[in-house]
C-alpha cells in the first residue's frame, strides 16, 4: 500500500516538475494562468485513503493482553474513535493537488531516505488553514497547508517533518494511551476518584482536574515527548541535506505563527466606499468582548493530538535547539534552501487557506486573508471572488440572525488590524452590503465571465444589490456549464431568507 502510495505521488510529481518548468519558460503565459485552489468532484481517491488510513490505524494497535475487560474496551474504544476521527479528516482535507502535494512529498521523501531506520510512514498534507503538524503512530504525518503557508524555508518545512517522523519513531501515541488508561485503572487513582466522589463542596471541578491529569493531553507529559521528538527529529534533520541550522528558526517561526501575513492597517475605505455608498470605515465603536470566545478556540485548535506551537514552550525548546547544535555543529555549506519556487508555492498555499477557510464557515477570517492577499495580487481574480462571495456570505447569516456563528468575536489576542475588521463586520447593516459590493465591483474592475469563480461572485454580487432576475440567470449559467462544479452545493442548494 505505501509503494502504491508513493508511486502515485511520483506521477504527481512529474506534472508538478513540468508546471515548473512550463512556467520558467513561458513566464508571461505563466502569468495569464491563474491558480484556482484544487478541487475534484470525483472523491474516490479521497475515499481510498481515507479507508485505507483509518484501517491502518486500527490494525496498528494491539490491545494489551492480562489486563482487565474494562481496560481491554477503553483501549479499543480509545483506538476505534482516532481510527474514525482520521478517517474524517482525510476524507474531508486530505488535499491531492498537482502542484502543494508532489512538493511537499518530495521533501518528505529526501528525509525518508537519508533515514534508512524509520518505520514505514507516509504524509498527508490537509487543506486545514490551522498552522500545525502531527504525527499518529501508524506512520503518518499530517501536515496543513496553513503552516506550510507560514514556514520561511525548505529546510524549517524538514525540521518539522523530521520532528513528526521522530514521534512515531518513538511511539509517543501509543505511550500516551498506555500511560493514561494505566493510571485510569490503578489501585491509587481508584482511590482519590472515590475520595473525590465524596467531597461535596465543588466536585465537578475536582474531578475535572483529576481526570485533566489523566488525559492524553498531559502538559507534563506532552513537553517531556516534544523534547524528545525535538532531539531525535534534529539527527534525522542532520543526516540530509537540509540546514540543522533551521532547527532553530522553525521554533522561532512556530512561537509568532499565530501572527498574520501582514501586520499592516487594511484600507476598507479603498476598496468597500465611493462616491455611490459613502461609508467611513475608520468609526467602528468597538463592542463589548465576551470571554467565552467558543469560536476562536475552534478555529486556533479544532482537534489534534500534537500541538507543535505548544505556548510558551517554543522558547525553551530553542534552548535546547541551541544545546544540541553544539553537540552537533552545523554544517557551514548546508543551505536553507529558501527558493523562489517555495516562494510561489506559499502563495498557492495562501489561497488554499482562504478557500479552505471559506468552506469552513470561516467567512471572516477568509475575508481577512484574501484582502491581505489582494493586496500583494490586485488583479487576482480568484481573491475578487473570494471577497465578494464572503460579503454575500455575510449579509446572509446576518439576515438569518446567525452572524455570530461565522464572525469571530472581537478580543485583545487578535491582531489589530484583525480586530478592526471585527468591529467594521459587526456595525454593518444589511443594507449596507449593496453599496459595499457596487463600490467593490467599481474599483477592482470586476468582469463579467462564464469561469466557474466568475459566476459564483456575479451570483453572489446580483443577491447583494437584491436583483433576483440576474442571480436566477446566473444560476441557470452556472449550473448549465458547471455541472461538476464545487459551488453547485455550497453557494446554490442555499437560499438568502
Ligand atoms: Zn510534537
Redesign the pocket.
Known amino acids: 500500500m505505501l509503494a502504491l502510495f508513493v508511486c502515485e505521488q511520483t506521477g504527481k510529481m512529474i506534472i508538478c516538475v513540468f508546471t515548473l518548468m512550463m512556467s520558467a519558460i513561458f513566464p508571461l503565459y505563466a502569468q495569464e494562468e491563474e491558480y484556482y485552489p484544487f478541487y475534484s468532484s470525483d472523491s474516490t481517491k479521497l475515499r481510498e485513503l481515507a479507508v485505507a488510513q483509518q484501517a491502518s490505524l486500527k490494525n496498528h494497535f494491539v490491545v494489551p493482553r492480562n489486563m482487565s475487560p474494562d481496560y481491554r474496551e477503553s483501549y479499543n474504544t480509545i483506538i476505534k474513535k482516532s481510527a474514525e476521527e482520521s478517517y474524517r479528516r482525510v476524507l474531508s482535507s486530505a488535499l491531492l493537488d498537482t502542484i502543494v502535494d508532489p512538493y511537499i512529498q518530495s521533501v518528505y521523501r529526501v528525509i525518508v531516505r537519508a533515514n534508512s531506520d524509520l518505520p514505514d510512514t507516509k504524509l498527508i498534507l490537509t487543506r486545514s488553514a490551522v498552522e500545525n503538524a ?1 504525527a499518529l503512530a501508524d506512520g503518518t504525518v499530517f501536515f496543513n497547508i496553513g503552516l506550510l503557508a507560514k514556514l520561511e524555508n525548505e529546510s524549517q518545512i524538514a525540521f518539522i517533518i523530521c ?2 517522523l521522530a ?1 512515531i519513531k518513538l511511539s509517543h501515541m501509543e505511550r500516551s494511551i498506555k500511560e493514561s488508561l494505566d493510571a485510569f485503572y490503578s489501585k491509587e487513582f481508584k482511590k482519590q476518584y472515590r475520595q473525590t466522589a465524596k467531597v461535596e463542596y465543588n466536585r465537578h471541578a475536582k474531578m475535572g482536574a483529576l481526570l485533566q491529569g489523566l488525559s492524553l493531553g498531559n502538559l507534563q507529559h506532552r513537553r517531556s ?2 523534547k524528545q ?1 525535538d532531539s531525535l527529529g534534529f539527527v534525522f534533520l542532520s543526516r540530509t541535506k537540509y540546514s540543522t541550522a533551521e532547527a532553530y528558526t522553525a521554533l522561532q517561526a512556530l512561537d509568532k505563527i499565530d501572527a498574520p501575513y501582514s501586520s499592516q492597517k487594511l484600507d476598507l475605505g479603498a476598496l468597500f466606499s465611493c462616491s455611490d455608498f459613502s461609508y467611513s470605515f475608520e468609526e467602528g465603536q468597538a463592542k463589548e468582548s465576551s470571554i467565552f470566545d467558543v469560536r476562536e478556540t475552534m478555529v486556533a485548535f479544532p482537534d489534534n493530538p ?1 500541538t ?1 506551537r505548544t505556548h510558551p514552550d517554543c522558547l525553551k525548546r530553542m534552548g535546547y535547539i541551541r544545546e544540541l547544535e553544539r553537540a552537533f555543529p552545523v554544517e557551514a555549506n548546508r543551505q536553507t534552501y529558501q527558493t523562489s519556487a517555495l516562494e510561489s508555492i506559499k502563495l498557492l498555499c495562501r489561497r488554499e487557506v482562504v478557500q479552505s477557510l471559506y468552506e469552513t464557515q470561516n467567512y471572516d477570517y477568509a475575508l481577512f486573508n484574501a484582502l491581505l492577499l489582494l493586496r500583494e495580487q490586485p488583479e487576482s481574480g480568484y481573491l475578487k471572488s473570494m471577497v465578494m462571495l464572503c460579503l454575500y456570505e455575510l449579509k446572509r447569516h446576518l439576515l438569518l440572525h446567525r452572524f455570530a456563528e461565522v464572525v469571530s468575536v472581537e478580543s485583545e489576542h487578535h491582531p489589530e488590524n484583525f480586530q478592526h475588521l471585527l468591529r467594521v463586520l459587526y456595525n454593518l447593516n444589511t443594507s449596507d452590503f449593496e453599496g459595499i459590493g457596487n463600490c467593490f465591483a467599481q474599483k477592482m474592475r470586476i468582469e463579467e465571465g462564464t469561469h466557474e469563480y466568475q459566476l459564483a461572485a456575479q451570483y453572489a454580487f446580483a443577491v447583494l444589490r437584491e436583483d433576483t432576475e440576474v442571480a436566477e440567470q446566473i444560476k441557470k449559467t452556472y449550473l448549465d456549464r458547471h455541472k461538476e462544479g464545487r459551488f453547485r452545493e455550497t453557494l446554490f442548494s442555499a437560499s438568502l431568507k
Open positions: 502531527y520532528h513528526e514521534h515527548f516534544e521528538a500534537d507543535l
